[in-house]
């Protein structure tokens, strides 16, 4: 399954929001997980279930979609939210990520 | 607190063997609740599962990778390895090591991540 993500790039100042979107090669349920990378840093865990937080994600965080089409809000931008963001999905075998989208202040 | 750390040579020959090993603390690599899963990324690019292993030794790879791959644990030392066998430039990346639950294949806890050159 192939995901495509949206925008590539994204630029926002800090206080506005950002919709961020994940689109599967074919219906994947809601099995679809966010991750937030930042420089030199491992991926961290947001969203699984396309829409439920992982523990200690803040509430400005959230996921919705479900079949092909996925969105992650992060309604008021912080500083350390200025990341790179990828989607997986693990409805089908391989295990596939997005390309990511770069959120730049 | 869990923790997985990778480890193994930064450098590789090309047509050589890569080796690399996550060390598990915090957590038994035994647990039934786990999956321990090998994922890279080459620089600026982005994410690619590997391949995962079972406290029973059953294995699940990527098909791209299938037969060039082999994951392997030793749960007396609490670890898991991986071997790519005839590597290429192309296989430079950062090795990640992480966990997932299961029946739902999303990786909750990553290691830090060792990068690995392909390189004469």
């Known amino acids: 399954i192939v995901m495509t993500q949206s925008p590539v790039t994204l630029s926002v100042s800090p206080g506005e929001g950002a919709a961020l979107s994940c689109r599967a090669s074919q219906s994947i349920s809601s099995n679809l997980a966010w991750y937030q990378q930042k420089p030199g840093q491992a991926p961290r865990l947001l969203i699984y279930g396309a829409s439920t937080r992982a523990p200690g994600i803040p509430a400005r965080f959230s996921g919705s979609g479900s079949g092909t089409e996925f969105t992650l809000t992060i309604s008021s931008l912080q500083s350390e939210d200025f990341a790179v963001y990828y989607c997986q999905q693990y409805n089908n075998w391989p295990l596939t990520f997005g390309g990511g989208t770069k959120v730049e202040i | 607190q869990v923790q997985l750390q990778e480890s193994g040579p930064g450098l590789v020959q090309p047509s050589q063997t890569l080796s690399l090993t996550c060390s598990v603390s915090g957590v038994s690599v035994r647990s039934g609740n786990f999956y321990w899963n090998w994922i890279r990324q080459p620089a600026g690019k982005g994410l690619e599962w590997i391949g995962r292993?079972?406290?029973?030794?059953?294995?699940y790879y990527n098909p791209s990778l299938m037969s060039r791959v082999t994951i392997s644990m030793d749960t007396s030392k609490s670890q898991f390895s991986l071997l790519l066998a005839s590597v290429t430039a192309a296989d430079t990346a950062v090795y990640y090591c992480?966990?997932?639950?299961?029946?739902?294949?999303?990786?909750?806890?990553w290691g830090r991540g060792t990068l690995v050159t392909v390189s004469s």
């Open positions: 292993i079972y406290t029973s030794g059953s294995t």
């Open positions: 992480a966990r997932d639950y299961g029946d739902y294949v999303y990786f909750d806890l």
